[in-house]
Nanobody, 120 residues
Framework: QVQLVESGGGLVQPGGSLRLSCAASGSFVEINAMDWYRQAPGKQRELVAGMTSGGSTDYADSVKGRFTISRDNAKNTVYLQMNSLKPEDTAVYSC??????????????WGQGTQVNVSS
């Protein structure tokens, strides 16, 4: 089993910044992709940013140039630096981590979610 602990959400004014983190622990041999999703009230969950184990990144068009995903493989942690935040960035942000266990099985885990509110 894998546990994901997220932190860094909160209330910020438009134009401000926040940094989210998601630390993975538990039983796995390897972590592949680490992604951030968000879900706003009344909307479907959407992929915000993703990063492969090789360092390739992908971003939603709405956050390109403002958000940066990074990971510390030694700490099994993925980060999301969010700058120039807008009210429309308000959502619950969740990390999604893809692992391989000792039997070679691919598994998929979700964090508990952290609320980000952008408001004046």
């Amino acid at each position: 089993q894998v546990q994901l602990v997220e932190s860094g959400g909160g209330l910020v004014q438009p134009g401000g910044s926040l940094r989210l983190s998601c630390a993975a622990s538990g039983s796995f041999v390897e972590i592949n992709a680490m992604d951030w999703y968000r879900q706003a009230p009344g909307k479907q969950r959407e992929l915000v940013a993703g990063m492969t184990s090789g360092g390739s990144t992908d971003y939603a068009d709405s956050v390109k140039g403002r958000f940066t995903i990074s990971r510390d493989n030694a700490k099994n942690t993925v980060y999301l630096q969010m700058n120039s935040l807008k009210p429309e960035d308000t959502a619950v942000y969740s990390c999604n981590v893809h692992t391989i266990d000792g039997l070679g099985h691919r598994n998929d885990y979700w964090g508990q979610g952290t609320q980000v509110n952008v408001s004046s």
